[in-house]
Protein backbone atom coordinates (compact mmCIF):
# COMPACT_ATOMS: atom_id res chain seq x y z
CA UNK A 1 0.00 0.00 0.00
CA UNK A 2 2.85 2.28 0.73
CA UNK A 3 4.58 1.92 -2.20
CA UNK A 4 1.12 2.37 -4.25
CA UNK A 5 0.60 5.36 -2.73
CA UNK A 6 4.13 6.61 -2.61
CA UNK A 7 4.03 6.28 -6.88
CA UNK A 8 0.32 8.18 -6.85
CA UNK A 9 2.56 11.14 -4.90
CA UNK A 10 5.16 11.23 -7.55
CA UNK A 11 2.73 11.21 -10.59
CA UNK A 12 0.72 14.33 -8.79
CA UNK A 13 4.23 16.26 -7.89
CA UNK A 14 4.67 16.05 -11.77
CA UNK A 15 1.51 16.68 -12.85
CA UNK A 16 1.37 20.09 -10.52
CA UNK A 17 4.74 20.74 -12.38
CA UNK A 18 3.29 20.87 -15.84
CA UNK A 19 -0.47 22.35 -14.98
CA UNK A 20 1.86 25.67 -13.31
CA UNK A 21 3.64 25.65 -16.74
CA UNK A 22 0.54 25.78 -19.03
CA UNK A 23 -1.65 27.85 -16.53
CA UNK A 24 0.86 30.44 -16.63
CA UNK A 25 1.65 30.39 -20.39
CA UNK A 26 -1.60 30.49 -21.13
CA UNK A 27 -2.57 33.56 -18.92
CA UNK A 28 0.43 35.34 -19.95
CA UNK A 29 -0.33 34.74 -23.82
CA UNK A 30 -3.74 36.11 -23.23
CA UNK A 31 -3.95 39.77 -25.23
CA UNK A 32 -4.41 43.00 -22.56
CA UNK A 33 -2.09 45.02 -19.97
CA UNK A 34 -3.77 44.65 -16.77
CA UNK A 35 -1.44 47.89 -16.05
CA UNK A 36 -3.30 49.65 -19.20
CA UNK A 37 -6.34 48.37 -17.98
CA UNK A 38 -6.41 49.68 -14.42
CA UNK A 39 -5.67 52.95 -15.48
CA UNK A 40 -7.80 53.54 -18.41
CA UNK A 41 -7.62 53.92 -22.12
CA UNK A 42 -6.51 57.20 -21.54
CA UNK A 43 -3.21 57.05 -18.72
CA UNK A 44 0.10 58.78 -19.88
CA UNK A 45 3.03 55.80 -20.70
CA UNK A 46 4.82 56.81 -17.98
CA UNK A 47 2.23 56.05 -15.60
CA UNK A 48 1.34 52.73 -17.15
CA UNK A 49 5.19 52.14 -16.92
CA UNK A 50 5.59 52.60 -13.67
CA UNK A 51 2.17 50.63 -12.33
CA UNK A 52 3.83 47.79 -14.18
CA UNK A 53 7.26 47.92 -12.28
CA UNK A 54 5.26 48.49 -9.00
CA UNK A 55 3.00 45.36 -10.29
CA UNK A 56 6.10 43.08 -11.25
CA UNK A 57 5.10 42.89 -14.96
CA UNK A 58 7.79 44.12 -16.06
CA UNK A 59 10.52 41.31 -15.23
CA UNK A 60 11.32 38.28 -17.69
CA UNK A 61 8.43 35.44 -17.42
CA UNK A 62 10.96 33.26 -16.14
CA UNK A 63 11.31 35.24 -13.09
CA UNK A 64 8.04 36.21 -12.92
CA UNK A 65 7.22 32.34 -12.98
CA UNK A 66 9.61 30.96 -10.52
CA UNK A 67 8.56 33.86 -8.34
CA UNK A 68 5.08 32.95 -8.43
CA UNK A 69 5.41 29.12 -7.60
CA UNK A 70 8.19 29.38 -4.74
CA UNK A 71 5.28 32.05 -3.37
CA UNK A 72 2.80 29.71 -3.78
CA UNK A 73 4.83 26.81 -1.73
CA UNK A 74 5.47 28.86 1.01
CA UNK A 75 1.82 29.97 1.28
CA UNK A 76 1.80 33.50 -0.94
CA UNK A 77 -0.45 33.71 -3.77
CA UNK A 78 0.82 37.36 -4.30
CA UNK A 79 -1.42 40.81 -3.93
CA UNK A 80 -4.63 41.20 -6.33
CA UNK A 81 -3.71 43.54 -9.03
CA UNK A 82 -7.43 44.92 -8.48
CA UNK A 83 -8.58 44.62 -5.03
CA UNK A 84 -4.79 44.95 -3.55
CA UNK A 85 -4.98 42.43 -0.91
CA UNK A 86 -3.88 39.08 -0.68
CA UNK A 87 -5.01 36.55 -3.40
CA UNK A 88 -4.74 34.14 -0.45
CA UNK A 89 -7.48 35.99 1.73
CA UNK A 90 -9.79 36.55 -1.52
CA UNK A 91 -9.02 32.95 -1.94
CA UNK A 92 -9.81 32.14 1.66
CA UNK A 93 -13.57 34.06 2.34
CA UNK A 94 -14.62 32.43 -1.02
CA UNK A 95 -13.58 28.85 -0.45
CA UNK A 96 -15.71 29.07 2.41
CA UNK A 97 -18.76 28.83 0.27
CA UNK A 98 -17.34 26.86 -3.10
CA UNK A 99 -16.18 24.40 -0.63
CA UNK A 100 -19.76 23.96 1.60
CA UNK A 101 -21.73 23.98 -2.10
CA UNK A 102 -19.29 21.40 -2.96
CA UNK A 103 -20.05 19.14 -0.20
CA UNK A 104 -23.72 19.88 0.09
CA UNK A 105 -24.27 18.91 -3.65
CA UNK A 106 -21.86 15.77 -3.47
CA UNK A 107 -23.75 14.19 -0.42
CA UNK A 108 -27.36 15.43 -2.13
CA UNK A 109 -26.16 13.35 -5.71
CA UNK A 110 -25.15 10.35 -3.54
CA UNK A 111 -28.31 10.04 -1.24
CA UNK A 112 -30.17 10.20 -4.61
CA UNK A 113 -27.84 8.24 -6.77
CA UNK A 114 -27.40 5.15 -4.59
CA UNK A 115 -31.27 3.77 -4.12
CA UNK A 116 -31.68 5.31 -7.53
CA UNK A 117 -29.38 2.90 -9.24
CA UNK A 118 -29.68 0.27 -6.65
CA UNK A 119 -33.17 -0.25 -7.80
CA UNK A 120 -33.14 0.21 -11.54
CA UNK A 121 -30.62 -2.64 -11.26
CA UNK A 122 -32.41 -4.74 -8.98
CA UNK A 123 -35.62 -4.67 -11.12
CA UNK A 124 -33.45 -4.85 -14.69
CA UNK A 125 -35.65 -4.73 -17.62
CA UNK A 126 -39.00 -4.00 -15.73
CA UNK A 127 -40.84 -0.60 -15.23
CA UNK A 128 -38.85 0.63 -13.01
CA UNK A 129 -36.12 0.35 -14.44
CA UNK A 130 -37.32 1.78 -17.52
CA UNK A 131 -38.33 4.63 -15.64
CA UNK A 132 -35.20 5.28 -13.91
CA UNK A 133 -32.95 5.20 -17.25
CA UNK A 134 -35.42 7.83 -19.09
CA UNK A 135 -35.45 10.23 -15.85
CA UNK A 136 -31.79 10.23 -15.91
CA UNK A 137 -31.32 10.42 -19.48
CA UNK A 138 -33.37 13.87 -19.12
CA UNK A 139 -31.30 14.57 -15.95
CA UNK A 140 -27.55 14.43 -18.06
CA UNK A 141 -29.09 16.17 -21.01
CA UNK A 142 -30.49 19.33 -18.79
CA UNK A 143 -27.85 21.44 -18.29
CA UNK A 144 -27.76 22.84 -15.00
CA UNK A 145 -28.61 26.31 -15.19
CA UNK A 146 -31.86 25.37 -16.51
CA UNK A 147 -32.15 23.18 -13.19
CA UNK A 148 -30.97 26.22 -11.64
CA UNK A 149 -33.56 29.07 -12.74
CA UNK A 150 -36.57 26.87 -12.95
CA UNK A 151 -35.67 26.08 -8.81
CA UNK A 152 -35.60 29.69 -8.46
CA UNK A 153 -38.58 30.23 -10.59
CA UNK A 154 -40.66 27.27 -8.41
CA UNK A 155 -39.08 27.99 -4.57
CA UNK A 156 -38.22 31.18 -4.53
CA UNK A 157 -40.32 33.25 -6.82
CA UNK A 158 -43.80 31.00 -6.31
CA UNK A 159 -43.75 29.24 -2.79
CA UNK A 160 -40.68 31.55 -1.11
CA UNK A 161 -39.55 29.01 0.41
CA UNK A 162 -35.99 29.82 -0.32
CA UNK A 163 -34.03 33.32 -1.37
CA UNK A 164 -32.91 33.40 -5.27
CA UNK A 165 -29.74 34.06 -4.36
CA UNK A 166 -27.15 35.52 -2.32
CA UNK A 167 -25.19 34.03 0.86
CA UNK A 168 -25.53 35.55 4.25
CA UNK A 169 -22.53 34.73 5.85
CA UNK A 170 -21.40 32.10 8.58
CA UNK A 171 -21.57 34.61 11.01
CA UNK A 172 -25.92 34.58 10.23
CA UNK A 173 -25.76 30.77 11.84
CA UNK A 174 -25.85 27.01 9.94
CA UNK A 175 -29.76 27.15 9.13
CA UNK A 176 -30.03 30.30 6.86
CA UNK A 177 -26.67 29.63 5.01
CA UNK A 178 -28.08 25.89 4.30
CA UNK A 179 -30.97 27.36 3.14
CA UNK A 180 -29.00 29.73 1.04
CA UNK A 181 -27.21 26.95 -0.63
CA UNK A 182 -30.05 24.43 -0.90
CA UNK A 183 -31.21 25.51 -4.27
CA UNK A 184 -27.69 25.78 -6.04
CA UNK A 185 -26.84 22.57 -4.56
CA UNK A 186 -29.57 20.34 -5.69
CA UNK A 187 -29.23 22.60 -9.39
CA UNK A 188 -25.35 21.28 -9.11
CA UNK A 189 -26.15 17.77 -7.80
CA UNK A 190 -29.26 16.59 -9.84
CA UNK A 191 -26.97 16.46 -13.37
CA UNK A 192 -24.56 14.44 -11.18
CA UNK A 193 -26.61 12.29 -9.49
CA UNK A 194 -28.30 11.23 -12.77
CA UNK A 195 -24.73 10.47 -14.29
CA UNK A 196 -23.73 8.47 -11.01
CA UNK A 197 -27.31 6.67 -11.21
CA UNK A 198 -26.47 5.40 -14.78
CA UNK A 199 -23.03 4.41 -13.94
CA UNK A 200 -23.87 2.28 -10.39
CA UNK A 201 -26.95 0.66 -12.35
CA UNK A 202 -24.38 -0.49 -15.63
CA UNK A 203 -21.73 -1.62 -12.62
CA UNK A 204 -23.97 -3.48 -11.01
CA UNK A 205 -25.57 -5.12 -13.66
CA UNK A 206 -22.11 -6.77 -15.25
CA UNK A 207 -20.96 -7.66 -11.43
CA UNK A 208 -24.79 -9.34 -11.03
CA UNK A 209 -23.66 -11.54 -14.18
CA UNK A 210 -20.49 -12.57 -12.79
CA UNK A 211 -19.84 -16.44 -11.63
CA UNK A 212 -19.50 -15.79 -8.29
CA UNK A 213 -22.72 -13.82 -8.00
CA UNK A 214 -24.64 -17.17 -9.59
CA UNK A 215 -22.64 -19.15 -7.01
CA UNK A 216 -23.86 -17.33 -4.22
CA UNK A 217 -27.66 -17.09 -5.36
CA UNK A 218 -26.78 -21.23 -6.12
CA UNK A 219 -26.50 -21.17 -2.11
CA UNK A 220 -29.21 -19.96 -1.41
CA UNK A 221 -28.87 -16.10 -1.33
CA UNK A 222 -31.77 -14.23 -2.48
CA UNK A 223 -31.10 -11.41 -5.38
CA UNK A 224 -31.53 -8.51 -2.67
CA UNK A 225 -28.83 -10.45 -0.53
CA UNK A 226 -26.29 -11.17 -3.64
CA UNK A 227 -26.77 -7.61 -4.56
CA UNK A 228 -26.31 -5.80 -1.34
CA UNK A 229 -23.76 -8.25 0.36
CA UNK A 230 -21.68 -8.97 -2.71
CA UNK A 231 -22.03 -7.24 -6.12
CA UNK A 232 -22.03 -3.39 -4.67
CA UNK A 233 -18.75 -4.04 -3.65
CA UNK A 234 -17.65 -4.99 -6.17
CA UNK A 235 -18.97 -2.23 -8.36
CA UNK A 236 -18.09 0.71 -6.36
CA UNK A 237 -14.85 0.90 -8.25
CA UNK A 238 -16.30 2.95 -11.38
CA UNK A 239 -18.75 4.63 -8.83
CA UNK A 240 -15.32 6.47 -6.99
CA UNK A 241 -14.40 6.90 -10.04
CA UNK A 242 -17.38 9.18 -11.25
CA UNK A 243 -17.76 10.67 -7.37
CA UNK A 244 -13.86 11.81 -7.05
CA UNK A 245 -14.39 12.99 -10.47
CA UNK A 246 -17.82 14.72 -9.99
CA UNK A 247 -16.30 16.74 -6.50
CA UNK A 248 -13.45 17.97 -8.90
CA UNK A 249 -16.16 19.74 -11.44
CA UNK A 250 -18.26 20.46 -8.40
CA UNK A 251 -15.54 22.61 -6.39
CA UNK A 252 -13.93 23.93 -9.96
CA UNK A 253 -17.32 23.73 -12.54
CA UNK A 254 -19.89 25.75 -10.52
CA UNK A 255 -18.63 29.55 -12.08
CA UNK A 256 -22.75 29.47 -13.46
CA UNK A 257 -24.22 28.60 -11.02
CA UNK A 258 -22.11 30.48 -8.25
CA UNK A 259 -23.32 33.53 -10.76
CA UNK A 260 -27.11 32.55 -11.59
CA UNK A 261 -27.27 32.81 -7.67
CA UNK A 262 -24.82 35.70 -6.49
CA UNK A 263 -22.94 33.50 -4.47
CA UNK A 264 -19.50 34.53 -3.74
CA UNK A 265 -17.42 31.75 -4.65
CA UNK A 266 -14.39 31.14 -6.55
CA UNK A 267 -16.13 30.33 -9.54
CA UNK A 268 -17.07 34.10 -9.29
CA UNK A 269 -14.02 35.66 -8.44
CA UNK A 270 -12.17 33.62 -11.22
CA UNK A 271 -15.02 35.17 -13.54
CA UNK A 272 -14.40 38.72 -12.10
CA UNK A 273 -10.63 38.63 -12.39
CA UNK A 274 -10.58 37.28 -15.33
CA UNK A 275 -13.07 40.64 -16.94
CA UNK A 276 -10.60 42.73 -14.57
CA UNK A 277 -7.49 41.53 -16.04
CA UNK A 278 -6.08 40.66 -12.37
CA UNK A 279 -4.02 37.45 -13.47
CA UNK A 280 -2.24 36.99 -10.53
CA UNK A 281 -6.02 36.14 -9.29
CA UNK A 282 -6.49 33.98 -12.40
CA UNK A 283 -3.14 32.24 -12.15
CA UNK A 284 -3.18 31.16 -8.34
CA UNK A 285 -7.29 30.36 -7.97
CA UNK A 286 -6.87 28.09 -11.19
CA UNK A 287 -3.61 26.76 -9.62
CA UNK A 288 -5.50 26.10 -6.66
CA UNK A 289 -8.34 24.01 -8.47
CA UNK A 290 -6.28 22.05 -10.50
CA UNK A 291 -4.45 20.93 -7.15
CA UNK A 292 -7.63 20.23 -5.56
CA UNK A 293 -8.67 18.17 -8.69
CA UNK A 294 -5.67 16.03 -8.49
CA UNK A 295 -5.38 15.53 -4.57
CA UNK A 296 -8.96 14.15 -5.44
CA UNK A 297 -7.58 11.78 -7.80
CA UNK A 298 -4.61 11.01 -5.64
CA UNK A 299 -7.37 9.83 -2.86
CA UNK A 300 -9.63 8.22 -5.35
CA UNK A 301 -7.02 6.12 -6.09
CA UNK A 302 -6.09 5.23 -2.66
CA UNK A 303 -9.85 4.17 -2.40
CA UNK A 304 -9.55 2.27 -5.43
CA UNK A 305 -6.41 0.49 -3.28
CA UNK A 306 -9.00 -0.05 -0.01
CA UNK A 307 -11.84 -1.26 -2.08
CA UNK A 308 -9.64 -3.90 -4.44
CA UNK A 309 -6.25 -5.13 -2.81
CA UNK A 310 -5.46 -6.09 -6.39
CA UNK A 311 -4.47 -2.88 -7.41
CA UNK A 312 -2.52 -2.33 -4.83
CA UNK A 313 -0.29 -5.63 -5.94
CA UNK A 314 -0.05 -3.93 -9.36
CA UNK A 315 0.97 -0.50 -7.45
Known sequence: MLRFALSRLVSLGLSLVAASLVIFAVVEVVPGDPAAFMLGMNAAPDTVAALRRELGLDAALPVRYLGWVTGMLAGDFGISYTYRVPVAELVAARLGVSLPLAVYALLLSTAIAMPVGLLAAARRGRAADWGVMAGTQLGIAVPNFWFAMLLVLVFAIELRWFAAGGFPGWEAGLWP???????????????????????????????????????????GLSGRQALLAHALRNAMIPVLTILGLQFSFLIAGGIIIENVFFLPGLGRLVFQAITQRDLIVVESVVMLLVFAVILVTFLTDLAYAAVDPRLRRRG
Open 177 to 219: NLKALTLPAVALALPQAAILARVLRSALIETMDQDYIRTARAK
